[in-house]
Structures are given as structure tokens and as C-alpha cells.
T-cell receptor, first 113, second 115 residues
């Protein structure tokens, strides 16, 4: 049972445009959400997070939006750069088991120059 | 800081052999996590330690897998005997409990191939 789903395995975007990566979750106990970025042959690196008490968190070119009623979050990258090409993982945790992250399957983002 | 260090980076072994993966967490971190990434199951948590004590090993697939953390700067994940279905990338991550939000930092992974 996939509690965190990333339904788009891949996404291609032109340099300078907006990239939107989506993530859905089913567990209503999740109250903390993270995005990780992964380059080939490297481990995932933390990108941005959001608590369930917020609906938006921004860090430079990266913004995460949370829609709790829809159990949906998205990562916006504006403007997209070729160096952003990587696999992006959505992850979630709940206060009761804050140590455990449940990951989505990832979305391969390709930013075309 | 050098980040989380894992060794070996690549391991090829034959079915039935013992495999030991090693991890050195970031200095000062007090939690350590072992993950496995496969095409079928994605990235899944196997076990995590807090202050060198195993807290939750419910993700360990079966008794062939064992993990230890003898001190704050070293952990091992052992597979004995190994099977082809164990082929995957194994990641180690560490974090510091008490920060909000708590962020896990991942190592580069060990790519394991069991023939």
C-alpha cells in the first residue's frame, strides 16, 4: 500500500520555465512533508519541507504547496535550470513516528537548455 | 564535515555469501537510518538507531538481515546469506534529534549486486 504517491515518473521542462512536481498521500496522520533531490550515484539531499500547519513554504526558487483537504502537495521550481535535472522524492512523516519517513517513488525532472 | 560516509560504494557477490555494508554518520548526529532502494519498492526504511540503540527494525525484510551500531560513529548492515533479490542500493542517513524540523542527511549509497 503506497501511502505516498508520485504518479508522474518523469517531467521535461524548458529552461527558465516553471517545473511543477506533484505528490499525493493517503495517510491523514502525516503532518510533515519533505522534498529530496537525488543526482545519479549520490544519496538524496534535503531540499525543502512544510509542516501541516502551513499551506506554503518558500526557499529561493523552490516553493512547496500543501493542500490538506486534497492530501496533495506540489513543488514549484521557478525558474528551472539545467542543474535542477534530478530525481525528486516526496516524503512524509507523522508526529507519532517522526523518525520514519515514507517516500514516494520519485519523479525524474529534466530541464532542457 | 565530510557528510555521511558509506563503504563500499559497489559490491558484487555471489548468492550465499555474506555481505557487510558500512556507514559513518555525520559527527554529532545521534540518529542513524538504513534504507534500501529498489525499482519495485522504491526507497524504504529498514532500521533506525537512536543513540546507538535500535529503535525500529520492522522494515528489515527477514532474519538474513542484521544491523549493528557499536558506537556513535559506525554502523554495519549485514546480509547472510545473500540472495539475488537483495540486489539494490543501500543508503545510510543520519540526523540530530532535537532540531525542528529534523532533517536526515544521506550517504552516497552502496550498490549491491548479488549474482
Amino acid at each position: 500500500d503506497q501511502q505516498v504517491k508520485q504518479n508522474s515518473p518523469s517531467l521535461s521542462v524548458q529552461e527558465g520555465r516553471i517545473s511543477i512536481l506533484n505528490c499525493d498521500y493517503t495517510n491523514s496522520m502525516f503532518d510533515y512533508f519533505l522534498w529530496y533531490k537525488k543526482y545519479p550515484a549520490e544519496g538524496p539531499t534535503f531540499l525543502i519541507s512544510i509542516s501541516s500547519i502551513k499551506d506554503k513554504n518558500e526557499d529561493g526558487r523552490f516553493t512547496v504547496f500543501l493542500n490538506k483537504s486534497a492530501k496533495h502537495l506540489s513543488l514549484h521550481i521557478v525558474p528551472s535550470q539545467p542543474g535542477d535535472s534530478a530525481v525528486y522524492f516526496c516524503a512524509a512523516s507523522s508526529t507519532g513516528s517522526a523518525r520514519q519517513l515514507t517516500f514516494g517513488s520519485g519523479t525524474q525532472l529534466t530541464v532542457l537548455p | 564535515d565530510a557528510g555521511v560516509i558509506q563503504s563500499p560504494r559497489h559490491e558484487v557477490t555471489e548468492m550465499g555469501q555474506e555481505v557487510t555494508l558500512r556507514c559513518k554518520p555525520i559527527s554529532g548526529h545521534n540518529s542513524l537510518f538504513w534504507y534500501r532502494q529498489t525499482m519495485m519498492r522504491g526507497l524504504e526504511l529498514l532500521i533506525y538507531f537512536n543513540n546507538n540503540v535500535p529503535i525500529d527494525d520492522s522494515g528489515m525484510p527477514e532474519d538474513r538481515f542484521s544491523a549493528k551500531m557499536p558506537n556513535a560513529s559506525f554502523s554495519t548492515l549485514k546480509i547472510q546469506p545473500s540472495e539475488p533479490r537483495d540486489s539494490a542500493v543501500y543508503f545510510c542517513a543520519s540526523s540530530f534529534v532535537g532540531t525542528t524540523p529534523e532533517t536526515q542527511y544521506f550517504g552516497p549509497g552502496t550498490r549491491l549486486l548479488v549474482l
